[in-house]
């Protein structure tokens, strides 16, 4: 049975910086590509970002890039976002997503973790 769990969510101010964690278990970890993507209150899951099992290809949405890094460790069958100078609308739900190819769309992953929650204050 597949299983992403995600932590370090919580409460920032603007500016501010988290670090998100998400563990995999059930599946060949080093195989699967890694996305990270979010839900805001009244809007559509959207790409965040995307990294290639081995490590050596990302992607981000245009409005993190510059600010958000995801790389994994692929011994701890773990991928990490971390998220810098937070903004008011990167408040969100922030999933992370397993699938065979580093895609930026929903429909690409398989596997899909339960959230955690992304608040950024002003």
């Known amino acids: 049975q597949v299983q992403l769990v995600e932590s370090g969510g919580g409460l920032v101010q603007a500016g501010g910086s988290l670090r998100l964690s998400c563990a995999a278990s059930?599946?060949?970890?080093?195989?699967?590509?890694m996305g990270w993507f979010r839900q805001a209150p009244g809007k559509e899951r959207e790409f965040v970002a995307t990294i290639f099992w081995s490590g050596d290809y990302t992607s981000y949405t245009d409005s993190v890039k510059g600010r958000f890094i995801i790389s994994r460790d692929n011994a701890r069958n773990t991928v990490f976002l971390q998220m810098n100078s937070l903004k008011l609308e990167d408040t969100a739900v922030y999933y992370c997503?397993?699938?065979?190819?580093?895609?930026?769309?929903?429909?690409?992953?398989?596997?899909w973790g339960q959230g955690t929650q992304v608040t950024v204050s002003s």
């Open positions: 997503a397993a699938g065979r190819r580093a895609g930026l769309r929903l429909n690409e992953y398989d596997y």
């Open positions: 059930g599946l060949t970890f080093s195989t699967y590509a």
